[in-house]
């Protein structure tokens, strides 16, 4: 029971709870950071009397919403990629502002000569983030870096850390071996080394020498930066879905001090890279130190799931599909290995799993996987999650169901990729049905929706995600892709609040406005259920309400 007497009541145009018994209400009483009563004035009475109150009108012009939900990103670890030199394709918020974007692989290599010449250091590497290669074409490899130096370590990160690009003093640097197989490390059809690496272990490889660089642009300052962001697009809990995989013991420390801090505006649900965490502990280890993890939580602290991969990037054109397979008759990148007995000790400990799929055969492996994991040891209410759940088919939402999964799909991109993925990888019937929303409604799936920001090339404003899912507007901005895939306003909105909080297991305490659950609040200028669905992503967010605590969102 509290020991507070002091109660405060925010008044609304309207307040949308996400409760079906009371879909709309007039004022939200908090107590104690949580939701002691919500309707009218007069109707929360009984409680209020109790208590000290202050009414607050600030909002009483505005339309309040439970706090929105960021289902999958990836602040810690893309705070440093976001601190680095900037080569992506489109404007995008940095540390020191708003970045302009370069259009082509000219435009990288013009870059990439400034910062030669303006670095007064021989041998301090230049490492750049953002590459696209579907926008911005070209190639870039060894030999094509090679031109801006061979003495100095050129290192360039595409958007999605999936893939990094280097020079020859960067294969030099990274000692990346001439003789190895590794399918990651890529090589000209004369057995030298390409320059190019590829998923985890590639990647790491390759960042080994400037780890601490991309680190350095971090830490705590990198999550308050981040969080920020979030702020502004009405986000008051993330999910970061790939914890451990760099420097876990930072990692740690850092989430730990940001959110104790009482100025920082979300709330942040880790969760481990399960084959990163099998690396470092070995695996009964591993389960151990998560649960020593969860002993660590707190109200804005969270330890949950465990991650996996079955393939490569979307955006980065490594998904594993099936047949046809590409457009140039290749088929992806396979994720982790053996995926059924590294999942296993995690599925019997009772831990919800998360796997990376993209690709309808990835989404196949996964389905298999949890079969497989079902048939092993039965569980019930497990919310195994298909992440991002791009390119699949209406008939694995169907098994996804039976199998008693759930899914967090990347529905931004509907608009920012599926025109550009027609003609590059994957062709029109993969690219134009990608993010099914309205077959897992058919099917009776619960499923978020999410940005994975920053590692793909799109925001991360749930506003945007919602307006996508229903209207399946293309970044034309008239093409309509897979109109049947469309889902309604509020499915749409209920995937970035309470069936979001539903698929990262933490219903009890956030994605509606409930007796009980933190009082989190996304404010609105305008009212999302009132106005054209195109309209949506353009509503302005005024900011947030986290325990019961405002943040206006601050300009950029």
């Known amino acids: 029971m509290s020991t507070n007497n002091t109660v405060t009541v925010y008044t609304a145009k309207k307040i949308h709870t996400m409760d079906p018994g009371r879909p709309t209400v007039e004022a939200i009483a908090v107590l ?10 007069e109707s ?31 602040c810690w670890m893309s705070a440093g990629f976001m601190a680095l030199h900037f080569i992506g394709p489109i404007k995008w918020p940095g540390r020191f502002g708003i970045q302009e974007p370069i259009n082509d692989v000219e435009g990288i290599l013009a870059t990439l000569r400034k910062l030669d010449k303006e670095e007064t250091d021989p041998t301090k590497p230049i490492v750049a983030w953002g590459y696209d290669e579907a926008k911005q074409g070209g190639t870039l490899d060894r030999d094509i870096l090679d031109q801006i130096s061979t003495t100095r370590p050129i290192y360039l990160l595409a958007w999605a850390p999936h893939y990094i690009y280097t020079n020859s003093a960067g294969l030099k640097l990274s000692n990346v071996p001439t003789d190895s197989d590794n399918p990651h490390i890529q090589k000209y059809a004369d057995g030298r080394l ?14 080994a020498p400037v780890l601490d660089q991309v680190l350095a642009g971090g830490g705590i300052d990198g999550l308050n930066f981040m969080s920020s962001i979030a702020n502004r697009a009405g986000i008051t809990t993330i999910a970061d879905l790939l914890y451990g995989t760099l420097d876990e013991k930072q990692e740690l420390h850092d989430h730990v001090a940001a959110t104790n801090d ?40 969270f330890i949950r799931g465990v991650k996996f991969f079955s393939d490569g990037s979307y955006p980065l054109q490594g998904s594993l599909v099936g047949f046809p397979g590409y457009l140039d008759g290749s088929q992806g990148e396979q994720g982790d290995n053996d995926l059924v007995n590294l999942m296993l000790p995690y599925w019997q400990a009772g831990m919800q799993l998360h796997c990376h799929a993209n690709g309808d055969l990835a989404t196949d492996i996964t389905l298999n996987t949890l079969d497989a994991l079902q048939k092993a040891q039965p569980r019930f209410d497990h919310r195994f999650s298909i992440e991002h759940y791009s390119m699949t088919t209406p008939m694995q939402a169907r098994r996804l169901k039976a199998l008693g999964g759930v899914a967090s799909v990347n529905s931004y991109f509907i608009h920012h990729r599926s025109l550009l993925h027609r003609t590059h990888a994957y062709g029109p019937d993969r690219a134009e049905t ?15 929706m999410h940005s994975d920001y920053p590692q793909v090339v799109v925001p991360m404003q749930p506003l945007s995600a919602v307006s996508g899912a229903v209207t399946r507007i293309a970044e034309d901005g008239e093409t309509v892709i897979a109109p049947h895939e469309a889902i309604g306003v509020d499915r749409a909105l209920r995937a970035v609040t309470i069936d979001a909080a539903y698929v990262l297991g933490m219903e009890d305490k956030i994605g509606s406005l409930e007796q009980g659950k933190f009082a989190d609040f996304t404010v609105l200028d305008e009212d999302p259920y009132e106005v054209d669905p195109k309209h949506i992503e353009n509503i302005n967010v005024w900011g947030t309400v986290m325990g019961g605590t405002p943040f206006k969102a601050k300009e950029v």
Do not use: C
Request: charged share 25%; aromatic share 6%.
């Open 32 to 41: 104690d950071g949580r939701v002691l009563s919500t309707g009218t004035i």
């Open 44 to 74: 929360m009475q009984p409680w209020l009397s109790r208590y000290d109150v202050t009414i607050d009108d600030t909002f009483k012009d505005r339309i309040i919403m439970p706090g929105f939900i960021e289902a999958h990103s990836h």
């Open 194 to 207: 390409k320059g190019i690496l590829n998923e985890a272990d590639g990647v790491q490889m390759a960042m």
């Open 262 to 301: 009482m100025n920082f505006p979300v709330r942040m649900r880790l969760t481990p890279h399960g084959a990163s965490m099998t690396k470092l502990h070995g695996v009964e280890g591993a389960i151990e130190e998560i649960k020593r993890l969860q002993s660590l939580e707190s109200d804005k602290f």
């Open 434 to 448: 990608v993010a099914r929303l309205g077959s897992l409604e058919r099917e009776g799936v619960v499923f978020a």
